[in-house]
T-cell receptor
Framework: GAGVSQSPSNKVTEKGKDVELRCDPI?????LYWYRQRLGQGLEFLIY????????KSGLPSDRFSAERTGESVSTLTIQRTQQEDSAVYLC??????????????FGPGTRLTVL | DQQVKQNSPSLSVQEGRISILNCDYT??????FLWYKKYPAEGPTFLIS?????DKNEDGRFTVFLNKSAKHLSLHIVPSQPGDSAVYFC????????????FGKGITLSVRP
């Protein structure tokens, strides 16, 4: 089956504009994660969705960042009033979710966001 | 504060030799450790993992060693192949929480033919 897909693959925007990034997880995966990787840094956790539970938003860097997930399918990450420091690769991952000590997270190719 | 540290940004080895990638962590709550491999323009892919109840896990050419007392783990690749050239991320998690991964900055491995 298809892996995790993300769109767009690249996004260039002007400072102050809003952007929306999309993630399509692997079918049947109940858990979905958003990470970002800024230049020269490791991946930073942003937000986690698991089934119908309340999302873990502990990694969101500011209130300009928000994310939604429709059931156990598509997720969108929205960044309002973008700043240059938001420039990064935004990665989405999905996994089977709970029921094991660890379920492998499968990553999408990422969206490279550049804020001018 | 970085909870997972990969202090060497790059490593270059000759094809056929051993590659040793190191990783240190500070959070004693972490109980599961993973290595991911990443090629340019692709997402990271899972390589190998180890639970904190073990000190070694082997999968083909890849072996991960865990030293809990030193809060240190390492990935050994032997023999190294040119196709192993990629960025390798060390990651850790606490399985009692929501499985979110804490990543190191990554190390770029170059295997010379």
């Amino acid at each position: 089956g298809a892996g995790v897909s993300q769109s767009p693959s690249n996004k260039v925007t002007e400072k102050g504009k809003d952007v929306e990034l999309r993630c399509d997880p692997i079918s049947g995966h109940t858990a979905l994660y958003w990470y970002r990787q800024r230049l020269g840094q490791g991946l930073e956790f942003l937000i986690y969705f698991q089934g119908n539970s309340a999302p873990d938003k502990s990694g969101l860097p500011s209130d300009r960042f928000s994310a939604e997930r429709t059931g156990e399918s598509v997720s969108t990450l929205t960044i309002q009033r973008t700043q240059q420091e938001d420039s990064a690769v935004y990665l989405c991952a999905s996994s089977l979710g709970k029921g094991a000590p660890y379920n492998e997270q499968f990553f999408g190719p990422g969206t490279r966001l550049t804020v001018l | 504060d970085q909870q997972v540290k990969q202090n060497s940004p790059s490593l270059s080895v000759q094809e056929g030799r051993i590659s040793i990638l190191n990783c240190d962590y500070t959070n004693s709550m972490f109980d599961y450790f993973l290595w991911y491999k990443k090629y340019p323009a692709e997402g990271p892919t899972f390589l190998i993992s180890i639970s904190s109840i073990k000190d070694k896990n082997e999968d083909g050419r890849f072996t991960v060693f865990l030293n809990k007392s030193a809060k240190h783990l390492s990935l050994h690749i032997v023999p190294s192949q040119p196709g192993d050239s990629a960025v390798y991320f060390c990651a850790a998690m606490y399985t009692g929480a929501n499985s979110k991964l804490t990543f190191g900055k990554g190390i770029t491995l170059s295997v010379r033919p």
